[in-house]
């Protein structure tokens, strides 16, 4: 990992994702060692602070878990803080910040940009920071998501930063990515004969990828509602973890090569018709602990809110590993509970006198939370010879690893300090995780509801069956 010095410019530096995630984890990487001495992080924001009212407000002890005195010191030694608007800040405003900063630190050239914002402003931003990209020292661009709504609204933003800024210089952010056991799914597959082997329509009878959130807009409401589920998790999170758990292996485990394969599984998917996909919204609970407040009634939600809050839908992946077998992919707010994971089924054996199995193998991948790789199997139940009952071995990563694994944000803060774009989607995926999306769009009935703490619409139940079973 790269130790050099660099700058870090946050864009949207008073914004939660900045307290929350990024600063927190620079502390991590200071921490962890991972961050030149002389790093400056110049944070922008509309608002005019002073340096001491601006790192009262990042709130540092609150969320930056059991942090140690000396290295909080050097973490606000490197935060500046100066006020930048956007709706009137030019290019040469920028840059006169910049030098400033530069000229009080030994940070060097090498720029890191965070545009911490909506989607809207990415043109304009790419725009005032042009001067500062064609200067020496690396120059790393990273975008949050949402990277555009629809194919043509991200292709119209691609052509905007593309005058300024080369495909290598970009970083577009899926926090999924980032996550520990995420970016091992690629080590259980390629790392491991034992699992490679039998990974494929032969052996495997369907995947279940599922990202189940326990809460429900919060204070989301304006940006949620024009999105929905399925732009917010699955043209993302839940298309990545398909892509992950399908491609064919790499020629490495490097960036573009593993990127290679993610586009070819996105260029496979088999397009999608009506019956394979459902989508609802939360209504209230009708349980009689924790009422919450239907969709529609949430703070901002027009009360005849169309959009979906929740997503279910079955996807075919067209190459000859895995042709004919379902990935059931679903997500949705306001669950009965906070988990996400894959599941891979495989197919059942029966042979008479030695099991009759009620449930098959299965290899679970649990991203959060107690992240861990389980296998349930069968053994022999003692004491009656032809039963058989299935028990699961179970690796837990914390157990192993520690507390301490790396939260997504530091994954993907090292990333970009290291140059290493493995972790960030590639322009030609995009396109075609958004030219899915908008078929899938075009194919989706209307809402149906759920209430509020299930596992989500009862249509749903019936999509996520195969062969009449279900394995959620
Ligand atoms: C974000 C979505 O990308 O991911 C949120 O915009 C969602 O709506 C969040 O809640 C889930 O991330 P995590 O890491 O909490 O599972």
Redesign the pocket.
Known sequence: MSLESHMAIIFGATGDLAKRKLIPSFYRLLERQQMGKGTAILCLGRKHYSKSHYLERLELNDFIDQPEEPLLRQLTEMIHYRSFDLKDGTAAELESIVREVRSQTNCGDNTLFYLALPTTVFGTVSAIIAPLIDEQGWKRVVFE?PFGSDLSSARKLNRQISTVLDEEQIYRVD?YLGKELVQNILFLRFANEIFSCGWNRGAIDSVQIT?S?S?GVEE?AAY?DKSGAIR??LQN?LLQLLCFTAMEPPVSGYGNAVRDEAVKVMTALRAPTFDDVVTGQYISSSAESGQVRPYRSEEGVPQDSATETYVAVRVFVETPRWYGTPFYLRTGKRLDRRY?EIKVIFKEQEIDGLATLDTPNMIIIRI?PDEGIAIAFNVRKPGESHTSETVLMDFCHHCHFGPNTPE?YEAILASVIGGDPLLFTRWDWLQESWSYIDRLKAVASPVVFYEAGTRGPREADLLLQHDGRSWL
Do not use: P, S
């Open positions: 998501k926090h990202v959130e809460l989301r949620y917010d998790m999170h996400a959060q997504a």
